[in-house]
């Protein structure tokens, strides 16, 4: 099946669990502004003008567990800091976190990286969740030394998935594949729990491998008939493999107590920009062989060329999606715009279609966190979207520093 059509049924609110939040540590630094770069721009464009210390990435991850959230996505390739020693870091300056960090098949060895994997569990049990991150930017991956198509990188993490999950299992691996080989591969601990496989990819080489291996399969914020289709294709590869999956989005967010508000600060995001800039990075971003990313440039495309990209409302793709991150930013490029009110009723409808899982972020991310938790997070609770207890804990732990003044 093709990611075309609607699912014949989606899952009903007496069914959902309590929604899994993510958020995200910006280890290439922060800002008040949008962050470009990313997904096969060069290193050094993606800078911010808030420096990404570990004092700062820590003072993130402990306002996110406060409010309930459940982990942090930390991005990876040249463009930013190392995911796993900064996310080692990290873990010392919180007590619940986890932290989403990625596994990059061909870069590292599985045995190497499955043996990673175990140690960071080892000194932070159960709060590690992997991301798989195949490349799907030839020039950053020969930077790395991969010279290998789109489709063996697929191939190939399909071996490599499969030598990490025996190694987990405590066996002895030997394994010859077309990419991967090892001989007697064993480690001396195995994480407990099993840490998580999330996985993304939108391509006919993806479904296939995400199905076989993924726990919760993440898909960037498109509208909502493209998400469900895409749900409905890798729920049935799936299935023909015996496996369910759950499902994740990954969106940013501006969220303010009335959508004029929400509205003025997306306008106030695009101001910075200015035509040379989007069209620079949009020649970058051009180059991806990712499908997920072509995506996201088809929804602000029409906008870029008749040049009305300029006011906000003309890149919302449907009420409250919003495509203006994408102009120049690579990787998720959707915001969810307007009211608490407002944001937590296009969450609640991507819950319907399946999603359980949202890993969120917005600029900069220590403020807009804070307007999450305290605008959104109760609107979810009450729906009973999200857990009331952990919801009731974050605000009674976080409470409201600096936003009060603001409002």
Known sequence: MTPTSLPSAHPTPANRESLKLHWFLPT??????????????????ARGDRDASIGYLSSIGRAAEDFGFTAALTPAGAWCEDAWLTTAM??????????????????????????????????????????????????????????????????????????????????TVTYRGE????????????????????????????????????????TWGEPPEAVAAKIAWIRELAEAQGRTVRFGIRLHVITRDTAA?????????????????????QQGLARSESTGQAAMAALHRDRRADGSWRDPHSLEVIPNLWAGVGLVRGGAG??????????????????????????????????????????????????????????????????????????
């Open 28 to 45: 290439y630094g922060d800002s008040r502004f949008i962050v470009g770069g990313g997904h096969g721009l060069p290193a050094g464009v």
């Open 179 to 218: 990419h991967l080989g090892v001989d007697d591969a064993r480690l001396a601990t195995i994480p407990l729990p099993t840490p998580p496989i999330y996985f993304g990819g939108s391509s006919p080489e993806a479904g296939p491998v995400a199905a076989r291996h993924s726990d919760v399969y993440l």
């Open 334 to 407: 959707t915001a969810l715009v307007g009211s608490h009110a407002e944001v937590a009723d296009l969450i609640e409808t991507y819950a319907d279609l399946g999603i359980s899982e949202f890993v969120l972020s917005g600029y900069p991310h220590l403020e807009e966190l804070y307007w999450f938790g305290e605008g959104v997070i109760p609107q979810l609770a009450r729906r009973g979207l999200f857990d009331d207890a952990r919801a009731e804990r974050g605000a009674a732990a976080v409470g409201r520093p600096f936003l009060a003044g603001a409002r």
């Open 90 to 171: 990290v873990a010392r300056e919180t007590e619940r976190l986890g932290f989403l960090v990625a596994f990059r098949p061909g870069l590292v060895s599985p045995t190497l990286a499955a043996q990673m994997a175990a140690t960071f569990s080892r000194h932070a049990p159960g709060r590690l969740l992997l991301n798989v991150v195949t490349g799907g930017e030839p020039a950053e991956q020969r930077a790395y030394g991969d010279h290998l198509d789109k489709a063996a990188r697929y191939a190939r993490t399909d071996e490599f998935l499969a030598i990490v999950r025996e190694l987990w299992r405590g066996e």
């Open 261 to 281: 508000q929400a509205w003025d600060e997306a306008g106030r995001l695009l101001g910075a920009l200015d035509e040379e800039t989007v069209s620079g990075i």
